[in-house]
Structures are given as structure tokens and as C-alpha cells.
């Protein structure tokens, strides 16, 4: 009774620890928007997998290329896509490589025929407009692509038909970012 109560102090510690438990809230909420995102493609990749289909109207269903030099061959690389099914489906796989650490894709649909082998490699980002991928995630992604080629390699000693790299973005991406991913 005889101490002079800080009124500002005790205000300030309560706001600190709301705003911290803010931040935290915030964070699961985020990783559950990507993890429905994952869920929702791994979802219609199954269905199409257990049909023994390809991916309805995946060719229509992605952004058209504005980079004239990799357009052609994107669109050459999903006609080929867009007929080749799949057998196998996984959502945040690791994949292992001999001599370095191992990669995580977010969904990843591999099939294979007696001559080739081919996969689908999505990247999924559900952020808002003011945190849109970087171009550091981008080339990370683009690094994990020739990742998955080498562990498909490695795995079915075939040789590859195709790795059609998917990277989503709820929001979108900026103007540089899609640039670079559509050039690589």
C-alpha cells in the first residue's frame, strides 16, 4: 500500500504481452492458410490419381507466360503435362539426396511409363499482398526443381520426360518475381 503504482509500466507490459500473443495467433493462422492450400491441391491431385487421369485442364488453370523465350517451351512442356498421369501423390515430402540435406516440397505427383519418368512440383504461398514471395524463395524453389530431377534420376533410373514446376501464390507475385520465376 505504501508503493506508487506505474499505471504506464503495468499498461505497457499488458500491451506487450497481447501484441506477443497477436504475433503468435497470427502465425498459426498463417501457416493454416498454407496448409489448406497444400491440402486442397493434394486433394484434386489424389482424385486425378486415383482415376488414373491427368490433371483436369491443368494447362488452363495456370497464368499465361508473358516471357516470349520460355513461353514456347512452357507451353510445349504442359501439352505434355497436361496428358500424363500420375501414380503417386505426397504433401510435405522429404526428399533425400546423397551428399546433401534434404528438401521439402510441398506437393509433389510422380509418374513414371517403361520408358520415362516425369513429376509435378508445387510450391504453395498463401500470404497477403504485403508479403508476397521473395525472390529469394523463388530461386530456393527453382534450386529444390533441379533437386527433384536429380532424385528422380536416382530413383527410378529412367530418364526424365518432364518436371513441371508449379509455384503458387494466393496473392500473387511481384512484377520482378514472376519475371525471374517465368524466365527460369
Known amino acids: ?99 546433401t540435406t534434404q528438401i521439402e516440397v510441398d506437393v509433389l505427383a510422380e509418374g513414371a511409363d517403361a520408358d520415362n519418368s516425369w513429376a509435378f512440383v508445387f510450391e504453395m504461398k498463401n500470404r497477403d499482398e504485403k508479403n508476397l514471395p521473395s525472390l529469394k524463395e523463388a530461386q530456393k524453389f527453382v534450386a529444390n526443381v533441379d533437386r527433384v530431377t536429380q532424385w528422380l534420376t536416382q530413383q527410378t533410373g529412367k530418364p526424365i520426360k518432364f518436371i513441371c514446376p508449379v509455384y503458387l501464390s494466393a496473392e500473387g507475385f511481384s512484377t520482378s518475381v514472376e519475371q525471374w520465376l517465368q524466365e527460369q
Open 1 to 99: 500500500e505504501h508503493e506508487k503504482p506505474n499505471i504506464e509500466h503495468e499498461l505497457q507490459a499488458k500491451l506487450t504481452a497481447i501484441e506477443k500473443d497477436k504475433h503468435s495467433l497470427q502465425g498459426m493462422v498463417n501457416e493454416l492458410k498454407g496448409r489448406v492450400l497444400e491440402w486442397t491441391v493434394y486433394r484434386e491431385l489424389n482424385q486425378a490419381r486415383k482415376k488414373g487421369q491427368p490433371i483436369k485442364d491443368f494447362k488452363e488453370r495456370l497464368r499465361p507466360f508473358c516471357h516470349p523465350a520460355s513461353a514456347d517451351k512452357m507451353a510445349q512442356m504442359l501439352t505434355v503435362a497436361s496428358t500424363s498421369p500420375f501414380d503417386k501423390t505426397w504433401v510435405n515430402h522429404f526428399i533425400p539426396l546423397q551428399g
